[in-house]
């Protein structure tokens, strides 16, 4: 009896610790997101990285036939054309719709594992598809990806597509031709409840279209940009 009340206490315990780590990592997705708003609004200024910043890609390059990442490593190789852009001084880059930036060494990434996409985008009228993406399309989309929809920012978290998944958009569409800073962030928890998605650095709804992911996202597929 004395042993099962120990357990009984230890349970407890437990879960009181997973609820406050859950409460731990939601409330600091609002501050990293708005350090990020900063730091890319802020290009060449001295800003010190927040903890678990793995990759950033400032898109200031001109001519050239890679994309380096600026923080945490990892080059990529243009297939296609990539245009200079301008976002109020800073540099920036016009995808054609066609182009594509290729990492075939990149982490992998599991859904038991929180992580967080964002970048500074400018989208057309009819704007749809992937910004970035680690998605194997020969085994049922399994993967990753930062999308867009009808304007709608979202994200597809794959094992098989559809019965093994979660894809959550935005309810508030971006504006058309207009630049706007753009995260999603994933708590681990293989729930669209974990699904986090901010527009200017402000968290808006989101619409769950599916909310089935129980097995594993991990594939050996290129990222792509």
Known sequence: REQASRLAALHKAIKASEAEMDRYRRGAVPGFIKWLVAAQRSTGKSMQE??????????????SNQIKASIGGGVGRVGGKLAPASRDGQGGLRFDGRTAVTF?????????????FAA???????????????????????????????????????SSWPQNAL?????QALAAD????????????????????????????NQVEQDSLKET???????KI
């Not at 075939?104 to 967080?116: G, I, Y």
């Not at 630049?179 to 650095?201: L, N, P």
């Not at 996202?217 to 990222?223: E, H, K, L």
């Open 217 to 223: 996202i991990v594939t050996q597929v290129p990222f």
């Open 167 to 171: 894809k959550v958009v935005s309810k």
């Open 50 to 63: 927040p903890d678990g910043l793995v990759h950033f890609f400032p898109f200031n390059e001109k001519g």
């Open 120 to 158: 500074w985008i400018k989208v057309p009228g009819n704007g749809n598809g992937s910004v970035l993406a680690r998605m194997d399309v020969g085994q049922a989309y399994r993967g990753y990806d930062l999308w867009i929809q009808n304007r709608a920012v979202g994200t597809h978290i794959v």
């Open 178 to 205: 207009q630049w706007q800073h753009v995260a999603v962030s994933y708590d681990g928890s293989s729930k669209a409840s974990g699904i986090k998605i901010f527009i200017d650095g402000k968290l808006v709804g």
């Open 104 to 116: 075939d060494s990149w982490p992998s990434r599991e859904r038991t594992q929180a992580f967080t």
